[in-house]
C-alpha cells in the first residue's frame, strides 16, 4: 500500500475484528541452539537475561542491578555477542559472531508473534569501498554499494579531504537500525573490534579506552602475560569494561580480535576498487518489538522482580516515561497484575490514560503516523492534531487536512483540497481505521490498514504495516486489497506465517463486519 493507505471503518468493525485478535499463534520453534555468552543492556534487560538463561545461553558482563536481581552465576567472560536496546527503545539490534547472531536473532523473534527482524547489511566493523554520493556540512553521505545502504561519514573521521564521488574505504562505526533515520557512522580508520578489545593497525603498544586509573594501568601491564598471537603491525586497546574481566575473558577477547585483524589484513592491502563489501567480520541483526512482545517481556521479567502492567510498553514511550516506571516501582509493589499499596492490593491493566495525561498525547497535541513496513523501513504518514483521547476505551482521534493532488489509495477517491483524514487508534488494536470526508463532509471512503497492534507514543503512533487492508468506497463496496503483498513479505522472509495468518484473520473479521 502507499504511504497514504492504511484507513478505514468506524467501531462497527469492532467486535467482529477483535475477535480474530485472539487467533493465529506464533510457529514452533527449532531444535535448541548452541550455548553463547551474550552481553545484554537496555530497558529489556531483566526480562531477556531471564529469556537467555532459559534457553541455556549464559549472561556475561551483566551490570550492578542485573547481577543483583538474579542468583545465577554472571561472570565478566567476553562475549559471542552483545543484545543492545536501540536508542529509541523499540526493539534490539544483535552484534557479534555470525552464528551466534543467527542463534539470538531467531531467539528474539521468538519473543512474540509481533517481533520482526532483519539482518544487518553494514554491521559493525565491515569494511566497504564506498563512494561518496554528496557532501553535507559536517560530513559525507558514502554510496556502500552492494549491501544496499548508505554511511555517514564525519569530516573528523575522515583522512584527508573528502569530495564527491571519492572512493573511499570506510568502517562501520555504529551501525543505524532499519527503521531509524539514521545512518550507520563510518569512519576511515579501519579496526579489528570484538568487544573487550580491539587492535588498531599502526599503533604499538597498550591502551585502555577512557580509562588512565590504577586499574587501567594494571591491565596493561598485564595484558604481556597473556598468551595470545596479536597480529604484527596492530596495537591494543582494551575497552574500560575490560578493566573487570578475567585472565581468560581477556585472552579471549585478544584471540577474537586477532582473527578479525587477520580478516582485514587480507583486505586492507586490495586497491580500492566498485562500491561494495571487502569483509564483515562480525555480523548484526536487528529485532523490532511490537507491543504484544513487550507485555510478554513484562511477563517474564515478572519472574524475577517486581513489575508494573505495560512496563515495557510504558518505558519504551520515552525517557521521561521510563524514569516514572523505575520510580513508580521503586515507591509500589507489584505482584502479578495488580499493584500493592501499603497492604492493600488492586487489579489494575495497562494505564494508557494515566500514561497518556502524564507523558502524552493529549488533546491538542500534534502526533505522527508512524507507518514501520516489513522490510524494516518506517515512513511517516503525516502529523495529526488529536482531536480526542478517550482514556478508559485507550483510544486516540487524530485529523489530518489532506493536500490536493492525486487519489486515495484502493479508493477510487481524488484528493481534492479542504478534505479531512480522520483516524482512530485503539491501543493494542490489530488495525486502525481512517475515514475520508471532502470540505462539505461527504464521506469518500474508509481505509483499514490491518497492522501489529497499535501502540500510541507521545509523539508517534507507532504499528508495523501488515500489507493486507480492508477498504469501504463511498458506495458501500466492501474490498480487500493487498493480500499477495503479503504473501511476497512471507516469501521473502520479512513476515513469520504465523504473522500473516493473524492479518489474514485480521483482514477477514474486518471484511464480515464491514
Not at 591491565?219 to 603491525?233: E, F, H, K, W
Not at 507489584?334 to 492493600?344: L, N, Y
Not at 488533546?363 to 483521547?389: Q, S
Not at 471532502?438 to 497492522?451: E, L, S
Request: aromatic fraction near 6%.
Amino acid at each position: 500500500m502507499t504511504a497514504d493507505g492504511g484507513e478505514g471503518a468506524g467501531d462497527g468493525a469492532g467486535e467482529a475484528a477483535d475477535t480474530a485478535d485472539g487467533a493465529a499463534g506464533t510457529d514452533d520453534g527449532d531444535a535448541a541452539a548452541a550455548s553463547r555468552r551474550v552481553r545484554v543492556r537496555g530497558i529489556y534487560s531483566t526480562a531477556l537475561t531471564r529469556s537467555l538463561l532459559d534457553a541455556g545461553h549464559e549472561v556475561v558482563q551483566a551490570s550492578p542491578p542485573i547481577r543483583r536481581r538474579f542468583e545465577a552465576d554472571l561472570p565478566a567472560a567476553d562475549h559471542d555477542a552483545s543484545v543492545e536496546t536501540t536508542d529509541d527503545r523499540q526493539g534490539v539490534g544483535v552484534a557479534g559472531d555470525p552464528d551466534a547472531v543467527a542463534d539470538l536473532r531467531a531467539h528474539l523473534l521468538d519473543v512474540g508473534l509481533d517481533a520482526l527482524a532483519w539482518d544487518d547489511p553494514a554491521p559493525r566493523g565491515a569494511v566497504f569501498d564506498g563512494v561518496v554520493s554528496t557532501t553535507l556540512g559536517s560530513g559525507a553521505v558514502v554510496d556502500l554499494g552492494d549491501a544496499g545502504a548508505e554511511g555517514f561519514l564525519p569530516f573528523d573521521n575522515a583522512d584527508g579531504y573528502v569530495g564527491e564521488d571519492d572512493v573511499i574505504r570506510v568502517q562501520v562505526l555504529d551501525p543505524a537500525a532499519p527503521w531509524a533515520d539514521d545512518r550507520p557512522v563510518l569512519d576511515t580508520r579501519v579496526r579489528a573490534m570484538a568487544g573487550l578489545a580491539t587492535l588498531v593497525p599502526g599503533r604499538e603498544g597498550v591502551r585502555v579506552d577512557g580509562a588512565d586509573d590504577a586499574a587501567a594501568r594494571e591491565l596493561a601491564g598485564m595484558t604481556d602475560l597473556l598468551s595470545v598471537d596479536v597480529p604484527d603491525g596492530w596495537g591494543i586497546e582494551w575497552s574500560r569494561d575490560a578493566r573487570e574481566a578475567d585472565m581468560d575473558a581477556l585472552g579471549d577477547a585478544l584471540a577474537r580480535a586477532g582473527d578479525r585483524a587477520r580478516t582485514l589484513d587480507a583486505v586492507l592491502e586490495e586497491p580500492q576498487g566498485e562500491p561494495g563489501r571487502l569483509a564483515a567480520p562480525a555480523a548484526g541483526a536487528w529485532v523490532w518489538f511490537g507491543r504484544e512482545c513487550r507485555f510478554a517481556l513484562d511477563g517474564i521479567r515478572r519472574e524475577v522482580t517486581s513489575t508494573m502492567p505495560g512496563h515495557h510498553r510504558t518505558k519504551a514511550a520515552s525517557r521521561a516515561a521510563s524514569a516514572g516506571v523505575d520510580l513508580a516501582e521503586a515507591l509500589c509493589s507489584f505482584d502479578g497484575d495488580g499493584v500493592a499499596f501499603g497492604d492493600e492490593e488492586t487489579e489494575v491493566d495497562f494505564p494508557f490514560g494515566v500514561v497518556a495525561d502524564q507523558f502524552g498525547p493529549r488533546e491538542g497535541d500534534r502526533v505522527a503516523i508512524g507507518h514501520g513496513k516489513p522490510d524494516g523501513r518506517l515512513i511517516v504518514l503525516g502529523r495529526g492534531e488529536v482531536t480526542e483521547v478517550d482514556p478508559a476505551a485507550g483510544s486516540l482521534t487524530l485529523e489530518r487536512q489532506m493536500s490536493a493532488g492525486g487519489t486515495y489509495d484502493a479508493l477510487d477517491a481524488r484528493r481534492e483540497a479542504g478534505d479531512v483524514a480522520t483516524t482512530t487508534f485503539r491501543e493494542g488494536r490489530w488495525w486502525y481505521p481512517t475515514v475520508y470526508r471532502d470540505a462539505d463532509g461527504t464521506r469518500k471512503g474508509t481505509y483499514v490498514n490491518v497492522c501489529t497492534p497499535v501502540e500510541a507514543f507521545p509523539e508517534t503512533v507507532r504499528y508495523v504495516d501488515l500489507h493486507v487492508d480492508v477498504v469501504k468506497h463511498a458506495d458501500g463496496r466492501v474490498e480487500r486489497v493487498d493480500d499477495n503483498e503479503l504473501d511476497e513479505a512471507v516469501e521473502r522472509g520479512e513476515v513469520t506465517e504465523g504473522l500473516a495468518e493473524k492479518a489474514r484473520s485480521v483482514a477477514s473479521a474486518l471484511e464480515r463486519a464491514l
